[in-house]
């Protein structure tokens, strides 16, 4: 049952012209009565949790009942959260900096947190790395990062600055990727989306997938940046779709480079599963994670990061029938 309290926090808060807006704008794409979609958005808020840009980026209003169930909505994945992730423990992955020192044997990279004193520290590493990537400390959705490369003569004094000043302080060892992630895009470091359900230390399971990839040029291969992404059968490894964007719209191959999608082998796939189900062991407290990983050249599956709040968005695609609130619920013991 969905969060009663949550959905009418979520409907006193929702803007109703933007639910007309929403009812308009399907009800010309498919041919029904703007009020009639409008009492249908309603209607999934009340009993799916679903938020509006759902019912519309999901293509809900073509789901039949058992489709809709099947959905892990806003309003059912805000309650897995309550359930299963202890507030007292949340902290640790909503701090970048806190997670690397939790999580620092998974990176397997160089990292460093500019603290307004280190701008030597600071410059020594970048020099020896090349290039690093660097973010805010409590950014999601690959806003606010950068990459710094070096350049001999550089200012490296007034880059720090910059950053500090800008709360930009996280900095990372860039992650080499192996070359069959290469194929999907190889400006970006394109990681593989792993949601995990913690029960005990012998029973963690990996319970939906993902890989994500950036466009040509883009460094951040974030689904809410303009990358793509393709749902995993978490049994094989193997992409179960084709490609897809925020806007549901459908690539079989990738635009820029021609690798096809449907089919794509994760590399190295028993050891990326391996590598979230030890990492969620750490903080048994936090039991509901989706692990962003990357497949390194010469370092094998890491950690990028973890996500206490898991996005319902990219490792789902309902109208294709693959919703993962009943494979997560049969997992929750």
């Known amino acids: 049952m969905t969060d009663v309290r949550f959905l009418w926090r979520r409907f006193r808060e929702t803007d109703t012209k933007r639910i007309w807006q929403t009812a308009k704008r399907v009800a010309r794409k498919t041919h029904r009565p703007a009020a009639f979609v409008y009492s249908d958005i309603m209607r999934c808020i009340f009993t799916y949790g679903t938020g509006y840009v759902d019912y519309e980026a999901f293509e809900m209003y073509d789901m039949t009942?058992?489709?809709?169930?099947?959905?892990?909505?806003?309003?059912?994945?805000?309650?897995l959260v309550a359930e299963l992730n202890d507030p007292a423990y949340r902290g640790i992955f909503d701090n970048k900096a806190v997670f690397n020192e939790r999580f620092d044997k998974f990176l397997k990279r160089d990292w460093m947190v500019l603290d307004g004193k280190n701008s030597k520290e600071f410059a020594e590493l970048l020099k020896e790395k090349g290039q690093l990537i660097v973010k805010p400390l409590d950014q999601?959705?690959?806003?606010?990062?950068?990459?710094?490369?070096?350049?001999?003569?550089?200012?490296t004094e007034s880059i720090y600055k910059d950053l500090y000043m800008s709360g930009c302080v996280l900095?990372?060892?860039?992650?080499?990727?192996?070359?069959?992630m290469d194929t999907l895009c190889d400006t970006s470091v394109n990681t593989i989306r792993l949601v995990t359900?913690?029960?005990?230390?012998?029973?963690?399971?990996?319970?939906?997938?993902?890989?994500?990839?950036?466009?040509?040029?883009?460094?951040?291969?974030?689904?809410?940046h303009g990358g793509l992404a393709v749902i995993l059968d978490v049994s094989t490894g193997l992409s179960a779709t084709d490609g897809?964007?925020?806007?549901?719209?459908?690539?079989?191959?990738?635009?820029?480079?021609?690798?096809?999608?449907?089919?794509f082998k994760t590399p190295q796939w028993e050891e990326c599963k391996q590598l979230v189900m030890d990492a969620a062991r750490v903080v048994p407290q936090v039991r509901y994670v989706a692990w962003d990983v990357a497949v390194s050249r010469d370092k094998g599956p890491l950690l990028i990061e973890g996500n206490d709040y898991p996005g319902q968005d990219v490792t789902q695609y309902p109208k294709l029938g693959l919703g993962t609130y009943a494979a997560l619920r049969k997992l929750i013991k």
């Open 171 to 180: 900095a990372e060892e860039v992650v080499v990727q192996c070359a069959e």
């Open 65 to 79: 009942k058992e489709q809709r169930e099947g959905f892990l909505t806003i309003g059912r994945n805000n309650q």
């Open 197 to 224: 359900i913690y029960n005990s230390d012998d029973d963690v399971a990996v319970a939906a997938g993902a890989i994500r990839m950036g466009r040509a040029g883009n460094y951040v291969d974030n689904f809410n």
């Open 244 to 263: 897809y964007d925020k806007e549901r719209i459908t690539y079989k191959t990738v635009p820029e480079i021609g690798t096809v999608l449907k089919g």
């Open 140 to 155: 999601s959705c690959g806003r606010g990062i950068e990459k710094i490369v070096y350049e001999k003569g550089m200012d």
